[in-house]
């Protein structure tokens, strides 16, 4: 087709928080989704693209909001892109379980004077809590189009788009007047005029919007006079706003929208049981990942050794190659396989508690406690997970609404050991402790994470105001309860791939190309390559590089007696944690399974208890410092990453000084 | 008769009444709680969280920070907490 038939069109997808926009956006393309970072905030705006017929349209996937007036600073994203942006038309998606609210927000959009499309989503819950709405009545009080929609299940999709290409034919109805302000109408009809904007933005100018302060300025005299004669011009909008969704909603819905709350609401939410119940749900989850994905990582492994690499390479003449291919490669490769079920396991539960509406619930009990140590309730679900594995848990984090808690949620991550963590921390708990002490000895990596989070968290949150202005005050959270569902649909699969084809990908990479870098430093030195031979000869592997980074890290372990073949072999816990246990086999010059009697005998119980504490968040792996780097930056990822070096090195200088008294 | 002083929402035990006399973030108008109007505390934790109903049956969860910036004037309170409960002490 000749291109200057095509035409092009922008669309904005507006709509309440957890309504269902972005399940839209990707039914409607089923294309590409691009994430777009906009300058100053790390929220993600979602650009599709789209051609339907000889129309080539852009669909904006903004976040959530309640208002054009949003107070939170992520919100104010989209409301910037809403009263500045340049849009041909807003699909504004509501939620039929929250009816009045999605009224409240799409007249502030009709009332910009773009035509608007509304989406009334997640009618079959609507209908299975006998809501009934009347949608024709709707549409002739409202006068747009309005689609009742199951978006989960693709209905509604086909007539959305036949309405999508109406817009760019200028064929939708637009309605700007739906509410009379009365009084106000002079004063929005003076403002229109004075700055040729549509009602809506003279309405919030009247109302004192914080993005539009010039526009304001400008108005000066004219928003005086309205405020002598209205008084407090945002609660007169709001009250006329709420009367006219209350006298709709009596038009359309056939039954009152009801509080329901279900029986597990009630005992999630109870201020008295409701932090047991929490605690145990949180308890559960965590034991979910630990015990019945623990034989399938085991299997994986099981399946992994039975391929014969060796006597595949048998025929690579080339020894340097070989050991690459084997020893930087495949290991790499075959502990990042290994971990896929962990990291399947967090993205499930966290997508779940994520779309079923029980991370409020789980998070409203334990607010207070976690606030008094400094911590933001919507960030507990993900250090939980993060016990799973850290790079999904700190990547999932761009759902938490507010930057500040987003940021001090994805910086403390980090301090939470993961399974790969916990895996070297009980190695070296069975090799230097009884069987039925073992249980005992892993509770540290728990408390001593928990004083890392308390004293980080407190320590960083006044660094983040510093230097990031606009996180200088934490905004209220208040938001309308969302329902209790089950959200097993395909786009829920979908947001579980992502989670754990993010990690294959972009971790994997990483991982391996980090340990082919540990590889050359562990089999050439300053006198230039030693070779393969290194990686097996307790006198060539002295040589290394690898080695003379021991030496220089080893005086800070020297006071705590932990020999340098171990604190070389940390080095590796900077690519992998797990990497730690066949390097600590390289060093010594025995097998992974020797590893223990060489633990065993090479340390005290003190410097044993000194070791586990600074395993427990002495570095993450550099798969979750690239995904922390990604939500927090670079800057405060490397400020992050000392403190807990150096947090790390102090616990562990205390644990042992008290293991010394005690023992 | 004695006056009835405002408190805040999340010094009001779960089931209580309250007519709300000022709000002290703008934000929650946007959710239907005006000044003037009647809402019902579902949950609430001593300064801490709180979930009130408003007039027309909506939920509202408020975080710590947001239930002490909304003031109420109690309308009536459970019977089994108007002599032990911290309202009113």
Same mark, same amino acid.
């Given at each position: 087709m000749d291109d200057k038939y095509v035409r092009r069109i922008k669309i904005g997808v507006v709509g309440l928080p957890n309504s269902g926009k972005s399940t839209i956006v990707s039914s409607l393309s089923g294309l590409f989704i691009r994430t777009a970072n906009y300058p100053g905030t790390t929220v993600s705006i979602n650009v599709v693209n789209l051609t339907i017929k000889n129309l080539r349209i852009q669909l904006i996937d903004l976040p959530g909001i309640y208002s054009l007036s949003s107070e939170m600073p992520d919100e104010e994203v989209a409301t910037k892109e809403i009263l500045r942006g340049n849009y041909d038309g807003f699909i504004v998606v509501g939620s039929t379980l929250s009816l009045q609210q999605t009224i409240y927000l799409l007249v502030q959009l009709l009332e910009l004077g773009k035509p608007v499309i509304l989406v009334l989503n997640m009618m079959d819950l609507a209908r299975k809590q006998g809501i009934n709405i009347n949608v024709e009545a709707m549409r002739r009080r409202l006068g747009i189009p309005i689609i009742p929609s199951v978006a989960a299940s693709g209905v509604g999709m086909g007539e959305l788009r036949k309405l999508i290409t109406e817009i760019a034919q200028s064929s939708i109805a637009v309605n700007t007047? !739906?509410?009379?302000?009365g009084p106000l109408e002079k004063y929005i009809d003076a403002v229109s005029a004075r700055l040729n904007a549509p009602r809506g933005l003279a309405i919030e100018v009247l109302k004192g919007n914080d993005l539009l302060k010039e526009e304001r300025l400008k108005a000066g005299d004219i928003v005086s006079k309205a405020i002598e004669e209205i008084g407090q011009i945002d609660v007169f909008v709001a009250r006329k706003r709420w009367d006219f969704v209350s006298s709709i909603t009596k038009d359309v819905v056939a039954r009152g929208v009801q509080v329901n709350l279900s029986k597990l609401d009630y005992i999630l939410l109870n201020p008295k049981v409701g932090i047991l119940a929490s605690l145990a749900l949180l308890f559960t989850l965590a034991e979910v990942i630990f015990l019945v994905l623990n034989p399938l990582v085991n299997y994986i492994s099981e399946l992994l050794s039975m391929i014969p690499i060796g006597e595949l390479m !048998? $025929? !690579?003449? $080339?020894p340097l190659i070989r050991s690459f291919i084997m020893d930087a490669v495949w290991n790499s490769t075959s502990i990042v396989l290994s971990f896929i079920p962990y990291v399947f396991g967090v993205a499930l539960i966290i997508a779940f508690i994520e779309d079923s509406g029980l991370i409020i619930r789980l998070t409203f009990p334990l607010e207070k406690w976690l606030r008094r140590i400094?911590?933001?309730?919507?960030?507990l679900i993900y250090l939980i997970a993060g016990v799973g594995c850290n790079v999904p848990a700190t990547s999932s984090t !761009?759902?938490?609404?507010s930057s500040t808690d987003r940021l001090i949620t994805a910086l403390m991550i980090p301090y939470i050991p993961c399974m790969a963590r916990l895996l070297v921390i009980s190695l070296i708990a069975a090799a230097i402790l009884p069987s039925q002490l073992t249980g005992v000895v892993m509770i540290l990596p728990f408390v001593t994470s928990l004083i890392g989070v308390m004293v980080m968290s407190r320590l960083l949150l006044p660094l983040l105001t510093h230097i990031r202005v606009k996180l200088t005050a934490r905004v209220p959270y208040a938001y309308e309860l969302p329902q209790l569902i089950i959200p097993i649909n395909r786009f829920f699969v979908k947001k579980v791939w992502h989670y754990t084809y993010e990690f294959l990908v972009r971790a994997g990479i990483l991982i391996v190309a980090f340990s082919a870098l540990m590889w050359v430093l562990s089999i050439s030195g300053p006198s230039g390559l030693i070779g393969p031979e290194a990686l097996t000869n307790q006198t060539l592997i002295r040589s290394t590089w690898l080695s003379l980074i021991g030496d220089l890290i080893s005086p800070i372990f020297k006071p705590l007696n932990i020999p340098w073949q171990l604190s070389a072999s940390l080095m590796y816990g900077y690519v992998f944690k797990e990497v730690i246990l066949s390097s600590m086999a390289v060093l010594y010059g025995t097998s992974e399974e020797g590893v223990i009697n060489v633990l065993h005998s090479a340390l005290q119980l003190p410097s044993a208890l000194a070791l586990i504490t600074f395993i427990t968040f002495y570095s993450p792996c550099i798969a979750t410092l690239v995904t922390e780097t990604r939500i927090v930056g670079v800057r405060l990822t490397v400020i992050n990453t000392i403190a807990q070096l150096l947090l790390a090195l102090a616990l562990s200088y205390i644990v042992y000084a008290i293991a010394l008294l005690v023992v | 008769m004695n006056q009835v002083e405002d408190v805040r929402v999340n010094e009001l035990p779960s089931g209580s009444v309250a007519r709300v006399s000022?709000?002290? *973030?703008?934000r929650l108008r946007d959710l239907? *709680?005006?000044?003037g109007s009647l809402i019902r505390v579902l949950f609430s934790t001593p300064n801490g969280p709180a979930i009130v109903e408003t007039g027309d049956g909506r939920p509202i969860v408020l975080d710590s920070d947001a239930a002490s910036n909304l003031l109420v004037t109690p309308l009536s309170i459970p019977q089994r907490h108007r002599y032990r409960h911290r309202y009113g002490s």
């Open positions: 007047k !739906v509410i009379d302000y !048998v $025929n !690579v003449g $080339n400094g911590l933001p309730s919507r960030g !761009v759902a938490i609404p | 000022r709000l002290l *973030i703008g239907g *709680i005006m000044e």
